[in-house]
């Protein structure tokens, strides 16, 4: 799924951030602090812990952070992941980027196969892990880690209740996904991408870097890399009659792309025309109302730890 150098990350870094994000949807409190902590020093490493910030001041403590640490480790969901990511893009000096998942979907890690809801196994794989490069995503001037959507099932991440979200997990996304599909209305817009056209309404559009969307939506390993510098593009027209949409939900989730209402590609930059401005989030975050999006893959944007080979 990607390339990784060899050799462990703890024999070429030294200073660790260990940057938390306490209000995450699996974060398990102080003892889960610890415990990451005890493995993060355990051979002598030099260890900052710094505490999220709200998102208008996330930029400048990334900055701040980037100058005096080889490992930047996110603790936090997609949304914080998605925050640390935007900030490093826009910086020269980018130390290598850990991640220890602690959110509800868990998009990012499930892809890549990190550990979730063991946090101490997480930060022992990133000290012992391997380092490669992953591409991410550009949204006009947005940076993001692995998706950026609209339409159907984009307001899902951010509308579920966080209650809801804590206790049904998964669940809670599907079912809130499709509570929304009835009030979907297809969305006029022209998808120009390297080497096609599309001009017809639309109820959903994502374009990822990622086997898992929303926590819904799962793209075949085999179609997904996260290095290769292209993105998998899925683009779904409304069907003509209510009665074919199970058919194509159930062709979603079986990671079928035939159904005729389902456009799937890869490719490396598209642009979006719409009529009216329409909602797109990013990471399962709300990244505004755009008229006109274009979409950029960064090619090998970040060094990031792999867990190690088997």
Request: aromatic share 8%; with cysteine; hydrophobic share 40%.
């Amino acid at each position: 799924m990607t390339s990784k150098s060899s050799g462990k990350l703890s024999d070429r870094s030294t200073r660790i951030v260990l940057l938390i994000n306490y209000f995450a949807g699996s974060f398990k409190g102080s003892s889960a602090v610890t415990d990451v902590i005890e493995e993060l020093t355990a051979e002598g490493h030099v260890l900052k812990v710094v505490q999220t910030v709200p998102p208008e001041q996330m930029h400048q403590l990334i900055a701040e952070l980037a100058q005096d640490c080889d490992l930047l480790i996110c603790m936090g969901g997609d949304g914080t992941l998605n925050q640390v990511i935007d900030s490093l893009l826009q910086l020269e000096h980018r130390p290598i980027l850990g991640y220890i998942a602690a959110g509800t979907t868990c998009d990012f890690a499930r892809t890549l196969g990190l550990p979730i809801d063991d946090f101490p196994l997480a930060a022992r794989q990133i000290l012992y892990g391997q380092v490669g490069t992953l591409d991410a995503g550009c949204l006009n001037h947005k940076y993001f880690a692995y998706v950026a959507s609209f339409g159907a099932f984009t307001q899902v991440a951010t509308g579920t209740p966080r209650q809801l979200k804590q206790n049904l997990g998964h669940v809670a996304y599907f079912l809130e996904g499709l509570r929304s599909l009835p009030s979907i209305k297809p969305i006029p817009v022209k998808v120009t991408w390297d080497s096609g056209e599309l001009n017809t309404p639309l109820i959903f559009g994502a374009v990822s870097n990622s086997t898992s969307i929303g926590g819904m939506l799962q793209l075949s390993e085999e179609d997904v890399k996260m290095d290769d510098g292209l993105f998998e593009c899925m683009l779904i027209k409304q069907p003509a009659s209510p009665i074919e949409t199970p058919t194509m939900l159930a062709k979603l989730m079986n990671q079928d792309y035939s159904d005729k209402n389902i456009l799937f590609f890869s490719c490396k930059d598209l642009t979006f025309s719409f009529d009216n401005p329409v909602a797109w989030t990013v990471d399962g975050e709300i990244a505004g109302d755009l008229l006109n999006a274009r979409v950029t893959n960064i090619y090998h944007a970040l060094d990031f730890v792999f867990p190690p080979e088997a």
